[in-house]
């Protein structure tokens, strides 16, 4: 028995040591990541903030009486807010950084780590909350920088990598497939025209790259999709042209400033293809033309099919929304259309949106220490946009938000602002309020 044991134990250690990974097959290397990711990573950084946030207080305690009677204290209480993301270096001589707009916007303090340990205050060049990028610049010697590529090369099944700072753990990479692109109607940002991928990403790899297996950086990551807070293989990056664009107009300018067409548009679903009589997956249909807008001068009318912009297709309304929405003021645009079926050619120049606000106070009283301004939504919709809200004004203690969206005053639609005051007075005392709030929408009432 003991001989059979023996013997046993022999086969084993010899099947063991058989079964070593081989340095090849067929000849050939294993093939592996390393050397691509050897020169990438180092372009990478870990970027954390810092701000600090007043409490918002209850109206009933910013009473002077209720102060006192409870012996509250007379200022709003403070607390710091940290956060971190991860970031991607572009330029290595002027030490600029892309990251995603989220990530550092109303920090007071930027601090970026190096992949050698180094860390850096951070200066923000600009950022822009359409697009959700930032650029933000260190002064530090002996950086790497990653090589841009053509995102719109891009394709479905193309292999790519993502590098960042998941849950705060150091960098990490992941891998995976482009598993769609063009993604939009998201609701995470103003400009959507998302790289899908099964990478894993994860709260902490916001603002990190995207890279193909060269090396090259194809978006910034950016969001997810996940019930849990984790990464269920549903994974967003900005297409690094989309990227790029955004940091030009913020290296040159400090910020976006976008032009706009002056058309509402939507996809050219089938059914208004079959309508059309055309025979089209692609485009993007104008629903309406603004009068005195660039659309309108240059002789764009609702029921055109936008099918080109300076020779490339368009593939539906948010593509051609993006398009625009990243050109300057003053540029000069062709586009190819169809009406009535046959082909035009129109030339229009992108015109910067005029400046439309109004103060709160001359809305309501109750109102005071807002600015209400007329945006565009991402259908060329007009609508009106708490633009600022004054910390400790009225409008803040009664809970309006930098940001939302004003749907209707006392039950009337708002997408005027000259129709503001005439519908705040018809309330009889009240002001009522139908305000959007990212994806969810509520009433306010005020008395």
Do not use: C, K
Request: zero cysteines; hydrophobic letters at 45%.
């Amino acid at each position: 028995m003991r001989t059979m044991l023996f013997w046993l134990s022999l086969m084993l250690l010899s099947t063991t040591a058989e079964a070593r990974l081989p340095a090849g097959v067929d000849g050939e290397p294993l093939p592996t990541l390393a050397p691509m990711l050897e020169r990438t990573v180092p372009a990478v950084v870990n970027v954390s903030t810092r701000a600090v946030v007043v409490e918002s207080v209850s109206p009933l305690f910013d009473d002077p009486f209720f102060r006192r009677f409870f012996d509250l204290p007379t200022q709003p209480r403070q607390r710091q807010r940290q956060g971190l993301g991860s970031g991607v270096i572009v330029d290595a001589d002027q030490g600029l950084i892309l990251t995603n707009n989220h990530v550092i916007e109303r920090a007071d303090e930027i601090v970026v780590t190096l992949h050698d340990g180094r860390r850096f205050d951070a200066e923000v060049i600009g950022g822009d909350r359409e697009s959700d990028i930032a650029l933000i610049r260190i002064e530090a010697s002996d950086l790497r920088a990653l090589p841009f590529a053509d995102s719109d090369r891009l394709r479905v099944g193309d292999f790519v990598v993502a590098i960042g700072n998941p849950f705060g753990l150091g960098q990490t990479v992941t891998s995976g497939i482009v598993s769609a692109l063009g993604r939009s109607g998201l609701g995470v940002e103003g400009l959507e025209d998302f790289i899908q991928t099964d990478a894993s990403i994860n709260p902490g790899n916001s603002g990190g790259p995207l890279v193909n297996l060269r090396g090259e950086l194809v978006g910034i990551n950016t969001a997810i999709i996940a019930r849990g807070g984790g990464n269920i293989g549903i994974g967003f990056a900005i297409p690094i042209n989309m990227a790029r664009a955004v940091q030009d107009h913020l290296i040159e300018d400090g910020a976006v400033t976008r032009g706009q067409l002056g058309v509402s548009i939507q996809d050219l679903t089938p059914d208004l293809a079959q309508a059309f009589t055309l025979d089209l997956t692609g485009g993007a249909v104008i629903a309406q033309v603004e009068p005195g807008s660039a659309a309108e001068r240059a002789g764009l009318r609702a029921g055109d099919v936008v099918i080109e912009v300076d020779g490339r297709p368009v593939r539906g309304a948010s593509d051609l929304r993006n398009r625009i929405g990243l050109l300057r003021a003053g540029t000069e645009v062709e586009l190819r259309l169809l009406r009535n079926g046959r082909e035009q050619l129109a030339s229009a120049r992108i015109e910067a949106p005029q400046p439309q606000e109004l103060d709160g106070e001359a809305v309501d009283s109750r109102l005071a220490g807002a600015r209400f301004e007329r945006v565009l939504d991402r259908e060329g919709a007009p609508r009106i946009r708490i633009a600022r809200v004054q910390p400790r004004s009225p409008a803040a203690r009664a809970g309006l938000r930098e940001g939302d969206i004003v749907l209707s005053v006392n039950r009337r639609e708002a997408e005027r602002l000259e129709d503001l005051p005439a519908a705040a007075r018809s309330g009889g005392g009240t002001l009522l309020l139908n305000l959007q709030r990212g994806t969810s929408a509520f009433f306010l009432m005020l008395q």
